[in-house]
Structures are given as C-alpha cells and as structure tokens.
T-cell receptor, first 115, second 114 residues
C-alpha cells in the first residue's frame, strides 16, 4: 500500500522569507497524482497545488511551487515570500491514477509564520 | 466556506448514545468521502461513495455506519463509540474521475466521546 511521510511535524518561517516542507511517498505505481493541502486553524482544508507524476515540469501556483523528484519519490512544497495567512497545517497527499478513490495523506506539518 | 457543509460542528456523546453526522455538498460532485483526523496522525479514509454506491470502507469498525441517500448527502451514523473515536471527522466530495480532481472538504465535526 502507498504511504506518505512528512518528516517535519512543525516548521517556522519569518514573514517574507522562504520555507520548504518535505514529503516523501512510497509506491510501486508509475502514474499517480500528488497534492498539497492547507488546513488553516479552525478552517476548511483547501488545495494548494497538485502535480501529475507523468509531467516532469514542477507545478507552480503564485508563491507556491513544488520540487517533484520522481525517482527519489519526493514532493516538497516551497512557499516564497511567506505571509501571516500561510500559517496552517499542510498535508501532502497521494492518489493513484488507476482503480480506487483512495487518497493517502501524510501526518501533516504545522507551519508557523513569525512577523 | 466551500460548497461542502457539515453538521453539527461539535458533538459530545456518551458511549451508549446514538448520533449521526451529516454532510451536504452543493458542487454537483458524484463522489463523497468520510475521513477521521486525529492529532499527529495522517488522515484516515473511512468510507468512499461513488455514484451513491459504497466502494471502500477500509476496515472501519461497525460502530460507524455510513449512509448515502443521494449524490448530495452523506451521513455517518454512530453508536456505542469508544473514547478513542474522539477526533475531527471530515467529509469531502469530488468528481470521481479523472484522479487528479481535487477533493473539497467540509469544516468537520469535532467529536468527543466521554
């Protein structure tokens, strides 16, 4: 079964600085999708960015970008110019391109942004 | 707020009670999900309904019973729960295919079992 590991339970960044959140996953499949979700305190979880495994180009969404290393099974999230509103739990998730609807999540990284 | 709502937002129940969690999506999706979120643990997928049929239950204890009467509504019926079932229960919805479709989450129900 696929597993997703986020090795950083907590991270901290100074406002306007850059931070990178780590995620690794384990799979034997060749085609899949990777996601980063953000869960602000007491608010709903929302999608930040997604990556299709067959695309070599790293996905970017404004200040958010990923470093997708397929061979290393690594999918890190970089947040540039950090803002106070970026403070949240960040979850990395994996979903197979085949078969079931199962989305596997990591345990999350709590990001604190210091003013 | 996204187009997925959950009620109640908070629930405290005893181990002998019976209660139900409700989820409603207004996004026209055809798949709905129940997740359990416990502190410092990955989200655990409990149930998936696609086109109103249950496709996975991931070995969830029978004290949790899902119901999906139509594509917009999803329930989680609870009975004789244990204190370790205390958690945030999240509902989500999506278009079933393709797989890169994101899931939209509700705000969750914070459940405390005494």
């Amino acid at each position: 079964a696929q597993t997703v590991t986020q090795s950083q339970p907590e991270m901290s960044v100074q406002e306007a600085e850059t931070v990178t959140l780590s995620c690794t996953y384990d799979t034997s499949e060749s085609d899949y999708y990777l996601f980063w979700y953000k869960q602000p305190p007491s608010r709903q979880m929302i999608l930040v960015i997604r990556q299709e495994a067959y695309k070599q180009q790293n996905a970017t969404e404004n200040r958010f970008s990923v470093n997708f290393q397929k061979a290393a099974k690594s999918f890190s999230l970089k947040i540039s110019d950090s803002q106070l509103g970026d403070a949240a739990m960040y979850f990395c998730a994996y979903r197979s391109a085949f078969g079931n609807n199962d989305m596997r999540f990591g345990a999350g990284t709590r990001l604190t942004v210091k003013p | 707020e996204t187009g997925v709502t959950q009620t109640p937002r908070h629930l405290v129940m005893g181990m002998t009670n019976k209660k139900s969690l409700k989820c409603e999506q207004h996004l026209g999706h055809n798949a709905m999900y129940w997740y359990k979120q416990s502190a410092k643990k990955p989200l655990e997928l409990m149930f998936v309904y696609s086109l109103e049929e249950r496709v996975e239950n991931n070995s969830v204890p029978s004290r949790f019973s899902p119901e999906c009467p139509n594509s917009s509504h999803l329930f989680l019926h609870l009975h004789t729960l244990q204190p370790e079932d205390s958690a945030l229960y999240l509902c989500a919805s999506s278009q079933d295919r393709p797989s890169y479709n994101e899931q939209f989450f509700g705000p969750g129900t914070r459940l405390t079992v005494l």
